[in-house]
């Protein structure tokens, strides 16, 4: 079974257990050239492996490190193996070309995307497969080794922990591991001519050098954002969070399994964007470490993302946040009454009504169960579903163990009505 909102994506018939990358990227040309070896286990017997891959040419294919006939086209790897694979096994899987986003009909362009001087991978929600061959379900979570190498001038950032740094030549091998799964519109490299500004333990910046002085004022409350959240939230769930300010203007900032990506335009030396800084540093726990079943339950990711912004403004000096929820009701009721964000259907899935209301759910959730209930919910959710998936089902299930109050018409006026109610 494939999610619903997305049937043309991933294959239900196995999963992917590790992600082992090697690439070797040219910034000049864009040229990528990989190997891919996926760890995966069939569900059932299979006469045939079927990965989601976009443009970059297939040179060759292993399976269980034997020859396997494949054919490409339409977003797909089709493997034959010579023999059906049933329980654990290994494709491998060797491309190259130069490496373009993929077109999509409602995101525009996603996935890796050359800059002026660097890369980027922006994948949310069905980019990865422009630059890896993988199993694209949102539920479908892996862990990773990632190795890029790049001319020596540039940084290569991506997933997890650095565990090799290899200089030879021109050119530079960097090698990082994503210990804890994560789905594969997660998966980032990050290239450019960056200067790395720590700020605490596990936690750095790297922005060119022109925006090095406005990046360290801006994000220098990430370190007390990050204790604020894990007061909040429970304990970060990854080993490090490390955060990209890209030298192009970028329409939003980006996230990825601990990482965020910031676009020039969003550092401004004045702490402008602080909101943003908090919306993409929640997500590490709401739709990175608790990660989705299925997209049609969006609002777990980007509603929670919301309101970490407005409890980041109520902890940190600025308006609380129920004068926040007064200000988005206001703009809401002025808005279409037409979407039902418990399941906006894939056009909408990141329209800002999804994101507004979502975060007006979990305040009218803490109204109803005061601080005490509402937040050790939060801490409870984020660690049942550590590194796993969940939904909607889930979390209401979660929050009626809090109260004797049926929360039923509650959550269905808020997630699967159109009419906004009243708070």
């Known amino acids: 079974m494939t999610g619903r909102y997305l049937p043309d994506h991933g294959d239900g018939g196995y999963r992917v257990a590790h992600y082992d990358l090697d690439l070797d990227y040219k910034p000049h040309t864009g040229r990528l050239a ?3 070896t996926l760890s995966a286990v069939a569900l059932a017997p299979c006469a045939r492996v079927v990965l989601d891959f976009g443009a970059l040419t297939v040179n060759r294919v292993l399976v269980g490190g034997k020859p396997a006939r494949h054919t490409q086209g339409g977003g797909k ?7 059906a694979v049933d329980g654990p096994f290994t494709v491998e899987v060797r491309y190259s070309g130069v490496a373009r986003p993929i077109r999509t009909r409602h995101w525009g362009e996603l996935g890796w995307d050359q800059l002026a001087d660097g ?5 949310q929600p069905i980019g990865a497969p422009s630059w890896f061959p993988c199993n694209d379900l949102v539920r479908d979570k892996a862990t990773y080794r990632i190795s890029v190498t790049a001319p020596s001038p540039y940084t290569v950032l991506a997933n997890g922990v650095l565990v090799d740094r290899r200089a030879g030549g021109s050119s530079t091998t960097w090698v990082y591991e994503q210990a804890e799964p994560m789905a594969s519109y997660l998966a980032s490299v990050q290239i450019g001519q960056y200067e790395r500004l720590p700020l605490a333990i596990g936690q750095d910046v790297a922005a060119p050098a022109r925006l090095v ?3 360290r004022h801006d994000f220098a409350r990430q370190p007390q954002m990050m204790r ?17 300010v890209t030298d192009d203007e970028l329409e939003v900032p980006v996230e990825a399994q601990g990482m965020s990506v910031f676009g020039a335009n969003h550092v401004d030396g004045l702490r402008g964007h602080e909101r943003l800084v908090a919306h993409e540093l929640a997500h590490q726990w709401f739709g990175n470490s608790v990660g989705l079943a299925d997209w049609r339950d969006i609002w ?13 403004s109520e902890r940190s000096g600025g308006p609380a946040a129920a004068v926040h929820a007064s200000r988005a009701h206001a703009r809401l009721a002025r808005s279409p009454q037409d979407l039902r964000i418990g399941d906006p259907g894939v056009a909408n899935l990141f329209d800002d009504r999804v994101y507004k209301r979502g975060a007006l759910t979990l305040h009218g959730l803490r109204t109803r169960l005061g601080d005490a209930d509402f937040f050790a919910t939060l801490r409870e959710w984020t660690d049942i579903h550590r590194h796993g998936t969940a939904t909607t089902s889930d979390f209401v299930a979660l929050a009626q163990r809090r109260t004797p109050e ?16 009243t708070p």
Do not use: K
Request: proline residues 8%; contains cysteine.
């Open 34 to 36: 990989g190997r891919a």
């Open 77 to 83: 790897l089709r493997v034959r193996p010579a023999r």
């Open 119 to 123: 890369a980027l991978v922006a994948s």
């Open 213 to 215: 002085r406005a990046a």
């Open 228 to 244: 604020v959240f894990e007061e909040l939230f429970g304990p970060y769930p990854f080993r490090a969070y490390q955060v990209v």
């Open 300 to 312: 777990l990711n980007e509603g929670f993302a919301c309101y970490a912004e407005w409890l980041w």
């Open 406 to 421: 049926p929360l039923t018409a509650f959550f269905r006026s808020w997630l699967g009505e159109t009419r906004l109610p």
